[in-house]
């Protein structure tokens, strides 16, 4: 399942073996292992930006000279032209326990810290699924860690990618790599596979259980006990009680909204969380109003007090069991989309996105 394995590989045809090939033939030295953990540390929905700690370690094969040292060490680093990338941490180093009389085993760690930007979707907001696009990953070799430039792209024959998350409110789910150029050798008995280009997507889904608790129960709470007047009669001396309870409740829910707007998102359309706010603001408001033509009737009709005491009682439970009934459907039922639907949609808005680009004529 996507919670048991984070991870998503990719090896070259043929497969390479578990420490890279051991052999004097030059179509398979120089060949490059990784095995990288993508950690996410941040992501901030109001502001649309992300935060990726990526550590890659390393490992390749070059033929044995019997040379105890290495003069020109190139140092391993990725170009991701679309965000901001800082090394942290990157080396090489031989490592003599795996090298062998025909070659020699290289092995080395590189940390990465990645910012970006992300148009998050927040319809269903708190049970949104984000694909975080990490658009282009190149692996390159570096003359220096912290150079500008770079020598050449990287030969891999295996990458392993494996998500993790930092963020106790977000559960990772297997990233969707793929590459963006497969090169294939000339030699027409191996025709070994590499690749240095790949299109990286990170799949997260929001934890809800937090919003549950703070938000939803304590709404659901507000919104019961403010129609709870419904139980006493509707006549002149209990009116303007059950009207300031009704008023109470509803700027109790408005005060409440603005009290966690430091962990609701700022959308200019209706969340799954504003939505069901807005019920529970209706549901208030109607009560009121049907509490003002009780009243009414009750005056001009003292015989239909009974009825109509009757009539909101049963209203009361019918509403409470209602409430209820949607809390513990939304805390155990309610899921967020599916992937498939999550990643239509990104592709689509991105494409749409890239139509007003292109047809805008004040920026041409």
């Given amino acids: 399942s996507g919670r048991a394995k984070l991870c998503h590989e990719w090896c070259s045809t043929p497969p390479p073996p578990p420490d890279l090939w051991d052999v004097e033939e030059s179509e398979f030295l120089d060949k490059v292992s990784c095995i990288a953990v993508a950690r996410l540390v941040s992501i901030d929905h109001k502001e649309g930006t992300w935060g990726v700690r990526l550590m890659c370690d390393w490992q390749l ?16 680093g990725i170009r991701m032209p679309a965000h901001r990338v800082s090394v942290e941490e990157s080396r090489i180093w031989r490592d003599f326990d795996n090298s062998t009389d025909l070659t020699v085993c290289w092995r080395g760690i590189s940390i990465f810290n990645i910012c970006g930007h ?54 990772p789910y297997p990233a969707i790599v793929t590459v963006e150029e497969l090169k294939t050798s000339r ?16 799949k997260v889904e929001r934890q809800p259980k937090f919003y549950l608790i703070q938000f939803f129960s304590v709404t659901c ?30 700027l109790t829910l408005v005060g ?8 609701l998102p700022k959308a200019p359309y209706m969340t799954f969380a504003d939505c069901m706010l807005l019920y529970q603001i209706g549901t208030i408001l109607i009560v009121a109003v049907e509490d003002l033509f009780a009243f009414r009737l009750v005056n001009f009709y003292a015989s239909l007090e009974g009825p109509i005491n009757s009539i909101e009682v049963v ?6 069991i209602g409430w209820t009934i949607l809390l513990l459907y939304v805390a155990k039922f309610k899921k967020g989309k599916a992937w498939d639907q ?9 494409q749409a996105q890239l139509d007003n680009d292109d047809g805008d004529p004040e920026w041409v």
Wanted: cysteine-free; glycine content about 2%; charged content about 20%.
């Fill in 61 to 76: 094969r070059t033929l044995n000279t019997h040379d105890r040292t290495e003069t020109n060490l190139r140092v391993p």
């Fill in 118 to 171: 992300e148009i998050f979707e927040m319809h269903d907001f708190p049970f949104d699924r984000q694909l975080i696009n990490l658009e282009l990953l190149e692996f390159v070799w570096r003359p220096r860690k912290d150079a500008a430039t770079y020598d050449f792209g990287m030969r891999l024959v295996h990458f392993k990618l494996t998500t993790t998350s930092m963020l106790p409110t977000w559960t």
């Fill in 187 to 202: 030699d027409h008995i191996f025709r070994l596979s590499t690749a240095s280009r790949f299109l990286v997507h990170l």
């Fill in 221 to 250: 709470l507000i919104t019961a006990v403010a129609i709870f007047p419904l139980a006493l009669p509707p006549t002149e001396s209990y009116a303007d009680k059950r009207l300031a309870a009704y008023a109470l409740g509803l």
């Fill in 256 to 263: 409440f909204k603005y009290s966690m707007s430091d962990q």
């Fill in 315 to 320: 209203m009361l439970f019918v509403l409470i």
């Fill in 342 to 350: 999550v990643i239509a949609e990104q592709h689509i808005n991105n």
